[in-house]
């Protein structure tokens, strides 16, 4: 058992004295960074302020979201609807009549 444990210490020992490199100084260590310690100002906070951290939203503001986004799309699709009836009954009008409008002004009417 003698053998084992000094040969794992022989092992340690060499490892140690292979490791002839220089541990890296902490930044709060450095003078470099004592000068970087001092008051910011808002130009330099503002450059650091934009976080890549998602934030989170709540139940509600999600449900409003996706209320919002239904309700446009049943809103879009009722003006398409009321758009082409009117562009067809205004085919069938003849060409001379004076209320018959082009595509262009219903379609500007409906969105309004």
Same mark, same amino acid.
């Given at each position: 058992?003698?053998?084992?444990?000094?040969?794992?210490?022989?092992?340690?020992?060499?490892?140690?004295?292979?490791?002839?490199?220089?541990?890296?100084?902490?930044?709060? @260590?450095?003078?470099?960074?004592? =000068?970087? *310690?001092? !008051?910011?100002?808002?130009?330099?906070?503002?450059?650091?302020?934009?976080? #890549?951290?998602?934030?989170?939203?709540?139940?509600?503001?999600?449900?409003?979201?996706?209320?919002?986004?239904?309700?446009?799309?049943?809103?879009?699709?009722?003006?398409?609807? @009321?758009?082409?009836?009117?562009? =067809?009954? *205004?085919? !069938?009008?003849?060409?001379?009549?004076?209320?018959?409008?082009?595509?262009? #002004?219903?379609?500007?009417?409906?969105?309004?």
């Amino acid at each position: 058992m003698d053998l084992t444990n000094r040969s794992s210490s022989e092992n340690v020992d060499e490892t140690l004295e292979d490791d002839d490199q220089v541990a890296p100084t902490p930044r709060r @260590l450095l003078d470099v960074a004592v =000068e970087d *310690n001092r !008051k910011r100002s808002a130009e330099d906070t503002s450059i650091s302020t934009g976080s #890549s951290k998602r934030s989170s939203r709540s139940s509600k503001e999600v449900h409003q979201v996706q209320a919002h986004v239904i309700m446009q799309t049943k809103k879009e699709s009722k003006a398409m609807k @009321l758009a082409t009836s009117r562009i =067809e009954t *205004n085919n !069938k009008l003849a060409d001379g009549y004076p209320n018959k409008k082009s595509i262009n #002004s219903i379609v500007k009417e409906v969105l309004v």
